[in-house]
C-alpha cells in the first residue's frame, strides 16, 4: 500500500455486516478478531474502500503490492484466500465478485464512522427523519405492538410512509423488513413476494450503520424463516451471536430460530430471564417455547399474562384457542375464538385458525366450509397451506391434505416450521400425508438432520 493512501486509511473505521475494519486491515467479527496475513489486510482495505463498484486490477495490485508486475494467478490466489476466510462467517464467500476482464468488486454495503473523510465511494449512515416522518415511524411502532395480524399491513404502510423522506433511516427500515416477515409469518404475504425487497432493505439497514444488532438479529430470521437455510445460520452464527444480542427484537429473532429448529428449552433459557408483569414483550414466544416442550398448561399461563397486559391482542388468543382445543376443551377454546372475528379474503389467511380450532373442536361443517372457500383460491395465491392442510387431513381428506402439505413446503409456508414441532401433530401419526410432511420437512429445520 502506497504511503499517502495508508495515511488517508489509518484513522478509518468501515463497518459491513457484522464486520469492522480499521485503516491497517485488522478485521473483527463482532467482538473476536479475524486473523489475516499482512496481505489479505491490505488487499481487504483495498476492497472495502472501494466497496460497490469495479476495483480494476491494475489499481488493486498498485494499492495492494505497490506496483503491477504480479502474475495474475499471484492476484486470484490472494483473493481466493480471502474469499475463503470470509466464507467462513456470517456473510458468506460472494462478498467479493469477479468481474472477468477488469477486476473484482466488494459486494456488501460498507459505512464509515464519523471521524474520517470518505476514502471512497462509501455509503452516508442513516438520515434523521422529519417531524412528520417520525410521526409515521411512531405509528408503526404501535400497530406492531398490537400484537394483531390484522394491523400488520397499516404498520407496514406507516413505514414506507417513514422511509419516503428519510429513505435511509435504519430504524424504519428494520422496522419495514421484520413487519413483511411478519406478515409472510401469518400467511398474509408469500416468500416470493418478499424476499428481494427484505434483502434490499437490509442491505441499505446495514450501510445506515445504526441498527447493527437489529440486522444481524433479522439476518438470522431471513435466513431460517423466509430462505429455509437454518443450517447456515447454525454453522455462521451460533457460536458467537446469541451472546451479543440486546434483550427485546434482536434476542427474539434468534429465539424464533430456536423454535423452528425444535430447541424449545434453550428458548425459553433465553426468555425467562426477560419476561417482565408489566410489558407483553417475550410472552407469546414463551408460549410458543412452553407449547413445543409439550408444558401445556404453562403455555396457557403465559398466553394469559399476555392478555391481562391487553385483552385485544389476537394473536396470542389465536393461539390460547388453538391449545385449548387441542386439550379438549372445546367451550373454552370457541369463547377465546369468539374474540377473533373471522375476515374476508384479504385476511383470509387467518381463517386457516379458525379452521382448524373448528376441527379439533368437532365443529366439522363450519371447518369444512372455510376449508372450501379456500381451495377455491388459486394455489399460488393460497398461504397458510401448513394449516390448510392440516384441516383437509383431520377432515379425513388426505387427497388434499396431501397436496396442501406438499404445497407448504414447495413455497415456503411461514408457519411451517413450527407446525413441524408443534405437539399436537402426534394425533397424525397414521397420515400418510403428514408423515410425508415430516420427512420433507426434515432438512430444513430438524436439527438432528441438518447437523
Not at 8 to 29: E, I
Request: proline share 6%.
Amino acid at each position: 500500500m502506497t504511503a499517502s493512501l495508508s495515511q488517508q486509511s489509518q484513522a478509518t473505521v468501515w463497518s459491513f455486516g457484522p464486520y469492522s475494519l480499521d485503516g491497517d486491515g485488522h478485521l473483527a467479527l463482532g467482538p473476536s478478531a479475524v486473523a489475516l496475513s499482512p496481505l489479505q489486510r491490505r488487499l481487504l482495505v483495498s476492497l472495502v474502500r472501494h466497496a460497490g463498484r469495479v476495483l480494476e486490477k491494475e489499481t488493486l495490485l498498485q494499492e495492494v503490492w505497490g506496483h503491477t508486475q504480479v502474475s495474475d494467478v499471484s492476484l486470484a490466489r490472494a483473493v481466493h484466500g480471502l474469499r475463503r476466510i470470509l466464507g467462513r462467517g456470517p456473510l458468506g464467500p460472494n462478498v467479493i465478485r469477479t468481474i472477468y476482464g477488469s477486476g473484482y468488486r466488494f459486494e456488501i454495503a460498507v459505512s464509515q464512522r464519523p471521524g474520517a473523510e470518505p476514502a471512497g465511494p462509501i455509503r452516508a449512515g442513516a438520515d434523521f427523519p422529519s417531524s412528520q416522518a417520525l410521526v409515521h415511524f411512531v405509528e408503526g411502532l404501535v400497530q406492531v405492538r398490537h400484537r394483531d395480524p390484522l394491523q400488520l399491513p397499516r404498520a407496514e404502510q406507516h413505514f414506507r410512509e417513514c422511509l419516503k423522506t428519510t429513505p435511509n433511516f435504519g430504524p424504519a427500515l428494520v422496522q419495514l423488513a421484520a413487519t413483511q416477515l411478519a406478515r409472510y409469518q401469518w400467511g398474509q404475504l408469500s416468500a416470493a413476494a418478499i424476499e428481494t425487497e427484505v434483502e434490499r432493505l437490509l442491505s441499505q439497514a446495514e450501510a445506515s450503520g445504526s441498527v447493527p444488532d437489529q440486522v444481524l438479529a433479522l439476518r438470522v430470521e431471513v435466513l431460517t424463516l423466509l430462505n429455509w437455510q437454518a443450517q447456515l445460520v447454525e454453522e455462521r452464527f451460533a457460536s458467537w451471536l446469541p451472546d451479543q444480542l440486546t434483550p427485546g427484537a434482536p434476542l427474539h429473532s434468534w429465539v424464533r430460530h430456536l423454535l423452528a429448529t425444535g430447541r424449545a428449552t434453550e428458548a425459553m433459557a433465553l426468555m425467562e430471564p426477560q419476561l417482565t408483569p408489566d410489558t407483553p414483550s417475550g410472552w407469546l414466544l414463551a408460549g410458543q417455547a412452553k407449547l413445543q416442550l409439550g408444558q401445556i398448561e404453562g403455555a396457557i399461563a403465559m398466553l394469559r399474562s399476555q392478555l391481562r397486559f391487553d385483552a385485544s391482542m389476537r394473536a396470542p388468543r389465536l393461539l390460547l384457542s388453538l391449545i385449548l382445543a387441542q386439550l379438549n376443551r372445546s367451550h373454552e377454546s370457541l369463547q377465546e375464538l369468539s374474540q377473533c372475528p373471522m375476515h374476508e379474503a384479504k385476511q383470509g389467511s387467518l381463517n386457516a385458525m379458525h379452521a382448524q380450532v373448528f376441527a379439533l373442536c368437532g365443529e366439522r361443517e363450519r371447518a369444512q366450509s372455510l376449508l372450501k372457500s379456500a381451495l377455491r383460491t388459486r394455489d399460488q395465491d393460497l398461504n397458510m397451506t401448513s394449516i390448510w392442510g392440516l384441516v383437509a387431513v383431520h377432515l379425513d381428506d388426505e387427497s388434499v391434505g396431501s397436496r396442501l402439505l406438499e404445497q407448504a413446503v414447495r413455497s415456503r409456508c411461514g408457519l411451517a416450521p413450527f407446525v413441524l414441532h408443534w405437539p399436537g401433530l402426534q394425533r397424525y401419526d397414521q397420515s400418510a400425508a403428514v408423515g410425508a410432511f415430516r420427512t420433507a420437512m426434515a432438512p430444513y429445520f430438524d436439527l438432528a438432520t441438518i447437523q
